[in-house]
């Protein structure tokens, strides 16, 4: 019998930990724990101590003795963990405010993952998640990193490619959703249908297949604007031209829709933030909520209201991927992990989110085979600016930063463009260092 | 010596006709002409007489015999032929209006060659095309076709790819232009400039090294938003935004600046479109004032008015072509040909415009190597674009046609996105039998 | 509940019959049979009725009640097949006689499936599969061809690339035998093992992985050389250098015994020859034998004798294929299927031996990833090796056959070489009929 | 007016270092030198003095003044050079000796630039290039560096892409030789032909055309076994098998015949190690009798004797290289440059030798696009080679030299294999310092 297992969770003051614990009491069988750490920053001290205390009384609760420790030093906790479960937000949500007010206020998408804030996200995590994995290398040489701090695949992309820790997979909910969805709108029992999911986080498509080899994705596509179609909760659902995707016959992820119908899409966004702000704020709002439920000594389970957000099951995709690492399951899941050919039109070292079989050896891709031609051109456009992204976060160099803008279409090429970068970088300029030098001849201007 | 040669020119009725002629009488003593041949369709019957008229009076005030024919019948003209060059326009000038009308009315670009206007270009040229070769098949099957046809990239990639005909070169006026003016404001001499273009028609970069072997292309990239920096006439000179620029260390073309400043090019046009109509309703009143100036007997040379087109130096980069595989010239130009690695992130069997060798054995392009990630990405998308366009021109795929428009960056992905496509596919129906079953399904909806 | 299914196997009168049978009576439960046809043509007449019988006498003895036909007319067994499998040999043992004789008589390796004869097995069988996948288009449109007809790889090719059939997966006993030795090597139990196989058939690498994710190849490659190291009985063991394994740190598979280790293989094969003749002849005398006993009515089970040939568990590793898909098992095999980017060195559209997962849906290859330089060099020259083989075979291209022949390391590059080539044309004329124009050639010489 | 050039030539006291000064003197008009400066080491200075006094003398009965410089310190001559070529020999006709004796006494090809011979002279030689191009980077930071050391395709891929030199060209007489002989076989005027050269040093094909853009491949392949075929004198000319060329419709270069008629050649070099012992030692008798010679101070040109040696057109086609560099010639050459798609089966990286148009901005090579299948194999396969032979010399891994030796056709794959192997880096021990401990095990051992 293997060994119990340190967990140590990164951005453990997150409002979504309780259902990382749920997730792992479930499974605790398959998956025993020895101990399981919450680390967070200062500025999130009052949060992980809330939150670690729900999440402690969660374990009494349980049949399980798992001690649960919260701490503000990465170090300490990182010492001989043999996983390490990313969730952290730098910046916390007034980070997000202004990667979501700012590209509002010129008429472009103000979004979290995707657009100018997806960009800004990625430049703001991308240096913490070098600095985390330079401890790793230190203090658990051997852990894997399982990664869902967003834009998730290109901060997978970084951790793998750029800082060296091949053990990292990277995760999403968005899939898990897609495939709670879909048996029920085809009558299928879950474990008879056969998934070949390919692209890159939040811009993926998939094939599905039944018990028989019968290719179910034309049905579902007829499905995909229903309101139980598959799309995540916080992805408003405008339709899908129905002729396009019988076209490409395949199912594209709920995301697709901000590039599918991009015009309504961003109108819908406009109207939104005019009416109540940003997303971020709303989010705010409901994260002092939650903290006051957890608060109460009584709660010892993860609270209902957790489940209807946008960020439900990506912990229960961490806790399950983990198991099956643990547990060398060989099931199939879908993540974020080096293409290796998957994607035949992509680099072989390029991250890709994909059906992946994960096992004690890791996630192993399955080859996809060819994108038919649309949306191969999209995908290599989508990667080609997570690239420029990346290497604008790791460089701060600006000109990159506004290849990676000019060629996002969720961003206007216009004079404003380059407006909207500039004034976000220098709201976010805490935590840009990399970009220190522009920023001062930013506001030098 | 060589035997003097066959040219037939399709579409011979244009108004650019006698910038071919000058541009073949002046290199006549590299390339002797046995006979030219001008042929058009039944619409153009009046025009090709004029300027049939014009050019046989430009040769006859040459030192040269040259006898050119004026034909409807496309077969009698090509029997024989050494080269056939291509400069026709399915459903002449009105076609074009409905390109440009319709997306305009819309808020779209209303362009002749890129985003909507261009596709559907495409979707009336390439079966035309197709014929063409059929005929080539037969009566002069070791023929050059020297295409000039727009859109040139498609209509090319079509003619090699997809109609088998290998002995077609694709040309365009838009690296001749540049490759004008460059010198002048590098203040070089041209023939010390070595080039180095890479992209597809339309959608190309380019560097430029001095005859030290150093890089001018920084240099150049700060002259480009002036007057004479080397954008073709017709093209708004939207600024280009410098730090992009200087980031990928590329000279853009001229038809960048619809992607680059897209917002921007596209308010310009909307507002030239709302006060004078279409460009192409100005063509024809150009072109009517044009042939009203050939019918004069007593003119035997290509008038001035010609060269401040925007279609100035097509012809000549086409007799230009001509010789260099006529007489064998291992010059450099930059030509629409198989990639077969020059740009080693698209297919071997993709078209590419690229830098070139011409002689007798054709276009041999010049392998670019990798270009950087942004502009990589552009390519990939704008190659798919052309696929799925070139794809849905030879089927009538509806869905395919929908791909295209979606994945144009040019159009806007909306609900109008599919009615443009449809109006403009039932506007066009005479001129496209390949699409009548959806055009049928379309005016009875 | 799923219907029972109609099983079909061409070359039906095989001496392994039996061993198919077996196979499919142990996994009746999982695999309900309709009914088993076992085709043969005139020259196996009486060994597929001899074979039949047994077959029929072992299903009697089973508790399940499925009828055996044996028929000579193809066709009329393909009306309505699930399953087709090939197990067919074009010429018979005599035309493999021919096959190792012949290149043996100069000095080369004469085998079934590598160098020479492997090649002149691939041009005489690739035109026989052609023939079968036609009949199954009209009448078994949506069965599933299961090739172990050698050589596999090439055959498998040819049906899924050249004639279309997308619904073949071809199979080989080699990864088999490797993965029954390697667990009790290793010390672990078969299930925690995770395999990562590539290549092509007969010359593929592998990596093993245990239950904790540690790689046990390098342990592995230190027992290859012992007697049950994993390799094929039929494969002489000349020892591998251990420095050349532990430098690549991949499981070569048996037969590359005949590449890394040649002028041994060589040397033995050639002293094997001049002392008990060709293996084929050994085969044929065996084969008398077991069909001696399969005529004895009392027997109904598979003899003994059958498990130590060379051929064992191809019909288990078909069973097992055949249950996969059937049962949607979504189980690890290993298996020839096309590539898809799972060998990323490799086109898209080649046949590769990987790692897959065996479902429903047909057989999804795993990505494996780049290989080391020197294999990745190896693959693409015998990959190429291939594909002028199946050229040659699909159109009787001498030179192609030639340029297989200079290129494939196991003939020599001598005047021989061209000699062999011809006397083996000469030899299987009546299974050649597309080469036959060269053959008169060749004959009048 | 450019400034006149200084150039050095690092193993300067080469006996070939006439044509080299030759080949300057010609040139001068288009070239104009300041000085040059001949570097040897201490084992060469007699022979570098010798041959710097004939240069010398050879300058001064030129119209130009030039000075010749010799010195055994590198970093004094790299001092601000324009032009550094480089033709030294590690370990001199000593270990060339070695490389082709070992070989030959177990029955193995002993070349100088192909089979264990080359790879050993890589091994020895790349670690030098490493060494020049450190003082380079100080030294002259700007100079082009031309190299015709060999292995010349693989010291070139180490130069360009293991150390950084972009600006490096390798050369070799392969395709001199043959652009020299074929205009006569085919009565044309050689700069009325069109060739396409594609593969790697000593392992190329081209085709031909002529000033139609005929094919003249076929024809000149009928040439191919002539004497004046256009095979370089040094090699034995074994007849090529016409059908497998007129197969490929490539002409193939003339180290060829080593693979594609390897028995013969094998046959041949043994026989005349035999008789009349090693190449190398051949070649010190003829160096001794030419550096007599070189010691006469009345002789001021190339002695006649030089031009039939194998290294003929070696510095004469350096000389051309730097004049199209230097004057911005745009001319056709074949060279050894960066891959960068123009052989699309080989990666972007890769050096490869290729028709090139060679300016003032360097060697930019033409695309070739694809070859056919066999030779793809072939040259995939000898890259692959060439890469591990490269890592290895690299790091002295000696399992990688094992498989370069292993995958190299011309080495046996037998126990004799790593016997040669080891015998070889005992031999050449002073010269591998990166292999020191592995030799210090053998040595033990
Ligand atoms: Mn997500
Ligand atoms: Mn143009
Ligand atoms: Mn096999
Ligand atoms: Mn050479």
């Not at 297992?5 to 930990?17: L, N």
């Not at 205390?53 to 003795?65: E, I, K, T, V």
């Not at 901000?258 to 989010?283: C, I, N, P, S, W």
């Not at 409901?286 to 903290?291: A, D, P, Q, S």
Request: charged share 25%.
């Amino acid at each position: 019998m293997k060994e119990a297992v340190k967990i140590v969770t990164i951005g453990g003051g997150s409002s979504y930990t309780p259902e990382l614990m749920e997730g792992f009491i479930k499974r605790y069988e398959d998956l025993p724990i020895r101990e399981i750490w919450l680390v967070d920053i200062e500025d999130g001290k009052e949060k992980v101590e809330i939150v670690g205390g729900l999440a402690q009384r969660m374990w009494d609760a349980s049949p399980y003795d798992v001690k649960v420790y919260t701490t503000l030093d990465r170090r300490e906790a990182l010492k001989d963990a043999d996983f390490v479960t990313t969730q952290f937000r730098v910046g916390l949500l007034d980070a997000r405010i202004k990667d979501e007010r700012i590209p509002s206020l010129y008429g472009m998408l103000g979004q979290e993952t995707n657009g100018a804030g997806g960009m800004l996200k990625a430049f703001r995590t991308i240096p913490v998640i070098g600095e985390i994995i330079r401890d790793m290398r230190e203090l658990c040489p051997d852990a894997w990193l399982i990664n869902f701090t967003n834009p998730s695949g290109m901060v997978t992309e970084a951790a793998i490619k750029h800082f060296g820790w091949k053990k990292t997979i990277g995760l999403c909910n968005v899939p898990t959703i897609a495939m709670m969805a879909e048996p029920k709108l085809a009558g299928k029992d879950p474990k008879d249908l056969n998934y070949r999911f390919a692209g890159i986080n939040h811009f993926h498509w998939h094939k599905v297949f039944d018990e028989n080899g019968k290719d179910l994705t034309p049905e579902l596509i007829e499905h995909i604007n229903e309101k139980n179609g598959g799309t995540p909760a916080n992805i408003y659902q405008a339709e899908f031209p129905m002729e396009l995707l019988r076209s490409m016959n395949l199912l594209p992820c709920g995301y697709h829709r901000y590039y599918y119908v991009k015009q309504t899409m961003l109108d819908h966004a406009l109207e939104e933030f005019r009416e109540g702000g940003t997303r971020a704020e709303q989010m705010k709002q409901t994260e002092k909520e939650l903290f006051e439920l957890y608060k109460n000594t009584e709660l010892h389970t993860k609270p209902e209201q957790l489940s209807k957000r946008g960020g439900a099951y990506y912990s229960d995709a961490a806790c399950e991927c983990i198991r099956a690492i643990y547990a060398n399951q060989k099931i199939h899941m879908v993540v974020s992990t080096q293409n290796n050919g998957a994607i035949s039109c992509l680099d072989d070292d390029s991250i890709v989110e994909v059906s992946s079989i994960i096992s004690a050896a890791g996630a192993q891709p399955m080859a996809f085979g060819k994108l038919p031609p649309a949306e191969k051109g999209w995908l290599q456009m989508m990667k080609a600016m997570e690239e420029c992204t990346i290497q604008a976060a790791l460089t701060g160099d600006y000109g990159m930063a506004l290849e990676a803008f000019v060629l996002n279409p969720l961003v206007e090429n216009n004079k404003d463009t380059q407006r909207v970068l500039d004034e976000l970088l220098v709201a976010h300029e805490k935590y840009l260092p990399q970009f220190s030098e522009k920023i001062q001849e930013l506001k030098a201007a």
